[in-house]
């Protein structure tokens, strides 16, 4: 199957006064139709970086995108214009941010929201938009989306503006979801909501979908496929399962074991000792090194290379085998 | 449907009760001063001398001035003049200083720090100095008043604009407008502008009142309106001059003045609360 989105050595950089910020730097890896790939990691490891910035969503500069591959539909997204970009943003690509309390403007009507990609990219007229969007709103369940396309944003909830925001993201029928911390910022319960909802639509329109999560339960419910980011370098991917039962990596077992569970509460959660580095100072050796606990003499000189220990299970590790 | 801003603000303007009567008094005053001149039937210029300072009378509403030029007629066509000068140089001024705020804020960058540098620039002249250079230019002109007085007013609306739209420029939803692929031009006029508009409406108050007071300062220096036309500025300096012999002559265009810039402030504060979504609704 080919892939729909296929990221390939991608790096990229910010140019600040401080020095070169190294957010991404070199990732591999591959998003299929209908899927949904996890991206976890600690805050300022570059998960969000590495999305938002193909999508010429950050300010550039600072941004500087120094090299790789962003393939989608085997176009590289890269070499694209700002106005192709445009084109796929909202249309084939849409996203959904973590704060639903912001993401909506606080003039606008949800409706004069709600159709706006579909006037743009679908050239709709307005009337005709506004009832597509309507249905769109029936069908993340709200339960009068009449009233709801007239009414203005702070008259909502958290959890009802993130379904406003998934149903707006979904009007076109988009191929890939990059979610961003979608949960986030909502209570446990409207979480558990947001993310079945997600995956019913995902399952109906056969959409692939990113999401971007600190959060390994959100992972282990919604995710088939897993990338561990870390210092803007990815440590491991793989299913759900392998990185869950079968990780391979140093950093993927600590942070495992830093999660808390139901079932051993009465044990002291174990923390990873020290901080993440700071990304401007990052070496051409393994960024965890400082903090890993089977560190060797050649981590601190180079990055490992891509080792499988599965079908689909890859890890980049100087390590051969860990207990 | 894209303009329910404006409908639903129509809609909540209507339930405060001094913003309506602010509007319809202003309403009235420019139906009295533009389409009623009939009403002016002395003429502003006619003068009597044989009938200087007289009272208010059956004949002459609002008595006459030194001249025996009748006051009523005056304060009307000075009334023309000074809601003109002070609406339309105001609403230049605002238009300008929204373009050119939103510009400046939402490009950023360089191009944000020099267009701001204009505008210090353009601080640092004194207004006077402006308007004389202007005036001994192109000599002395009415359109020359607005020009002269929009160009002043501008820069401080640019800044206000300006500030807002920095402040806004980063805020999630214009992130979630750029994810949408939405063109630059949509985002700006859509979603930075609309947001701004609550206090570019209440400066745009502020502005009337100051415009007309400045018009009525530049024709004391000569610089504004001739003689024998008149503003209201003009007609309150007289009737300072002679407040003792006349009263009549200062307290007609005074009210007229304190009146409209009431109706003004309670409209624009009006607007303000009524622009505002989070403000009741129904």
């Not at chain 1, 979801?177 to 399952?203: N, W």
């Not at chain 1, 060797?296 to 890890?315: D, M, Q, T, V």
């Not at chain 2, 605002?94 to 191009?111: D, N, P, R, W």
Request: charged fraction near 20%.
């Amino acid at each position: 199957m080919n892939p729909l989105l296929s990221i390939q050595d991608y790096k990229a950089h910010f140019y600040t006064r401080r020095g070169i910020v190294k957010a991404v730097n070199g990732i591999t890896y591959d998003v299929h139709p209908g899927q949904t790939l996890a991206i976890v990691g600690e805050s300022g490891s570059g998960k969000s970086v590495s999305q938002l910035s193909y999508l010429g969503l950050l300010p550039s500069p600072p941004l500087k995108i120094t090299g790789g591959q962003v393939l989608f539909e085997g176009n590289d997204l890269l070499k694209m214009g700002e106005d192709q970009l445009r084109k796929i943003r909202g249309d084939k690509i849409s996203m959904i941010f973590q704060e639903p309390m912001t993401s909506l403007n606080p003039y606008l009507k949800i409706g004069s929201q709600m159709i706006e990609p579909l006037v743009i990219h679908r050239k709709k007229s307005k009337k005709e938009a506004w009832k597509l969007a309507t249905q769109a709103l029936e069908r993340v369940g709200l339960s009068r989306p009449d009233q709801a396309m007239e009414s203005y944003p702070h008259e909502f909830s958290g959890g009802m503006r993130q379904r406003v925001m998934i149903a707006m993201a979904l009007t076109t029928e988009p191929k890939l979801l990059i979610a961003d911390e979608p949960t986030t910022a909502l209570d446990v319960t409207v979480q558990a909501q947001i993310l079945e909802l997600l995956k019913s639509i995902q399952k109906e329109n056969e959409m692939a979908m990113i999401l971007i999560t600190h959060d390994l339960g959100v992972v282990a419910g919604a995710a088939d496929e897993v990338v561990v980011m870390y210092a803007g370098r990815v440590f491991e991917t793989g299913s759900v399962d392998d990185i869950f039962y079968r990780s391979q990596h140093p950093y993927t077992r600590a942070l495992l074991r830093s999660t808390p569970r139901l079932d051993q509460l009465e044990k002291e959660l174990p923390v990873i000792p020290g901080s993440p580095p700071d990304l401007i100072a990052v070496t051409e050796g393994c960024p965890f090194y400082d903090r890993c606990s089977y560190q060797k003499e050649i981590c601190k000189a180079e990055f490992p290379r891509e080792s499988s220990s599965g079908a689909n299970h890859k890890r980049f590790c100087h390590v051969e085998k860990i207990s | 449907m894209s303009n329910s801003l404006w409908t639903d603000a129509l809609h909540r303007l209507k339930k405060n009760k001094l913003a309506l009567l602010g509007a319809s008094f202003l309403i009235l005053e420019l139906m009295i001063f533009f389409l009623i001149p009939v009403l002016a039937r002395l003429g502003y210029e006619a003068q009597d001398l044989e009938l200087t300072f007289a009272a208010p009378s059956p004949v002459h509403w609002f008595g006459t001035d030194s001249l025996g030029r009748d006051l009523f007629s005056r304060v009307i066509f000075g009334g023309r003049i000074s809601l003109t000068v002070g609406l339309l140089a105001s609403l230049v001024s605002a238009l300008v200083g929204v373009v050119y705020g939103s510009l400046s804020g939402f490009l950023g960058g360089k191009i944000d720090n020099s267009m701001m540098r204009i505008v210090d620039v353009l601080y640092a002249l004194p207004f006077i100095f402006l308007v004389i250079i202007l005036m001994v230019y192109f000599g002395r002109n009415f359109i020359l008043l607005f020009v002269a007085l929009g160009l002043t007013q501008w820069l401080t609306m640019a800044r206000i604009v300006r500030g807002q739209v920095l402040s806004l420029r980063h805020k999630e939803f214009i992130e979630a407008a750029n994810s949408l692929g939405l063109r630059q031009r949509d985002i700006v006029l859509k979603h930075l502008i609309p947001n701004t508009l609550g206090p570019v409406i209440v400066y745009l108050t502020l502005t009337v009142p100051s415009v007309i007071l400045e018009e009525a300062f530049l024709s004391y220096l000569g610089l504004g309106i001739q003689a024998p036309l008149a503003s209201w500025g003009t007609l309150i300096k007289e009737g300072v001059d002679v407040m003792d012999l006349a009263p009549w002559t200062l307290f007609f265009p005074a009210f007229f003045l304190s009146a409209t810039l009431f109706s003004l402030n309670f409209l624009g504060d009006g607007l303000r609360d009524a622009l505002d979504p989070k403000g009741a609704r129904d």
